[in-house]
Structures are given as C-alpha cells and as structure tokens.
C-alpha cells in the first residue's frame, strides 16, 4: 500500500494506475472504504430479502407476495447507504494526475453509463406495445409471452443498476484507483503502478532527509 498525502508538495509525475508521464490533472474526491461489517450486513441483507424475491418457494413470511420483501429490501439498503455516508471519510485533491489512458479509460466508462442510462426509458416504453395487450387479454399467455414480459419488466431496473454502477467507476477518484486514508488527510493506493510507487516512496525519503 502506498500513501500519498492530500497537498503533496511535489507532486508525482506519473499516473498512479498505468505509470505513464502525466498529461492531464482533474479534481478527485476520494471516499474511505465501507466498514467490513457494513459490507457483511449488506450481502445477509441481499441474500435474505432479495433471494425470496427471485425464488417463490424461499419466501418464509406470511405475505407471500414479493412487495413486501422488495420493501425490506430497498428500506436495509437506503439505510446501509445512509450509514455509509454518515462515516465515510473525504479527502479532496485539487489537481491528481492522470494519462491518456486514464482519460480514455474514464471516457468508456461514461459513454457506457450514458447507454444504460438512456436504455432505461427505452425499455419502459416496451412495457405497453408488450406486456399491456398480455394482461388485457383473457387468453392465457404463452411461455415466450411470459418470457418477454419478465424481460421488459426487470430491463429497465438491470439498465439503471448498470448505469449507476458505471457512473461510480467514471469517477475520477476510482479511475486513479485510491481511497481516502482512515485519517482523512492522506490518499491510500493499494496496488498502484510500480513507476507511481517508486516516486511516491523516493519523495518521501527525501522528504525525510530535509
């Protein structure tokens, strides 16, 4: 792991993912790690409130509806959200460097979120040439009816969960490839490029024999 300060004095001339001279600098906010018992009441949370969901014959409350699990669900996850953003560290860095892959790899990242984005009202517009006429109808619906239904239904929430993933790893702070320090003053890189590590560890030395 390699620590690097928020107001480095002399800061590194490569990026921190590739090791590649610096071309281009970006304002990054790095964001501390969720806790380890965050993220295990995260997935229990998944698992107990989202399997029943999926799978009928999983459901162990009264209400053999999916809503309610739904709700347990959506309510355990703004919370865990909530929880993480009231001790989620911050640490601001006004100008980190970056490469032209850097650049080009944040550039895929935004234009596949703006996709997904823009696929999920296209999606929702299916829901009434597809899946309107199948419920208005008193025939019973075929295997292939009820498959496309399922699709149109779940597409829109898949499009979204992508898109929100992809915009998270479009930002700059994940493309440097950092988290902010448990002291909130410093950045920590656990696997940075060798070249970015070298001059990290060398300036400090230095820092140290001034």
């Given amino acids: 792991m390699v620590l690097v300060p928020a107001q480095p004095s002399n800061p590194p001339t490569v990026c921190s993912r590739h ?111 597809v899946v309107l006429p199948e419920q208005l109808g008193d025939d019973e619906p075929s295997t292939l009816a009820e498959i496309v239904r399922w699709t149109v239904l779940v597409a829109p929430a898949v499009f979204a969960i992508a898109a929100v993933v992809l915009s998270a790893y479009a930002r700059w702070a994940v493309v440097a490839g950092g988290v902010a320090g448990r002291n909130g003053t410093t950045v920590e890189l656990r696997r940075p490029a060798p070249q970015f590590a070298q001059q990290v560890t060398d300036q400090a030395g230095l820092a140290e024999l001034a």
């Fill in 19 to 129: 090791g590649n001279p610096v071309t281009y600098t970006a304002s990054a906010r790095f964001r501390s790690r969720p806790p380890v018992w965050l993220q295990a009441a995260v997935a229990v949370l998944v698992v107990a409130a989202g399997l029943p969901v999926a799978y009928p014959a999983a459901r162990y409350l009264d209400d053999p509806d999916p809503e309610l699990y739904l709700l347990i669900l959506g309510a355990g996850l703004f919370a865990a959200w909530l929880t993480h953003n009231i001790m989620v560290k911050i640490v601001d860095v006004p100008a980190w460097g970056f490469c032209p892959a850097c650049r080009a790899r944040r550039a895929n990242l935004v234009t596949a979120a703006t996709v997904c984005f823009v696929l999920v009202p296209v999606s929702c517009a299916l829901y009434v040439p």
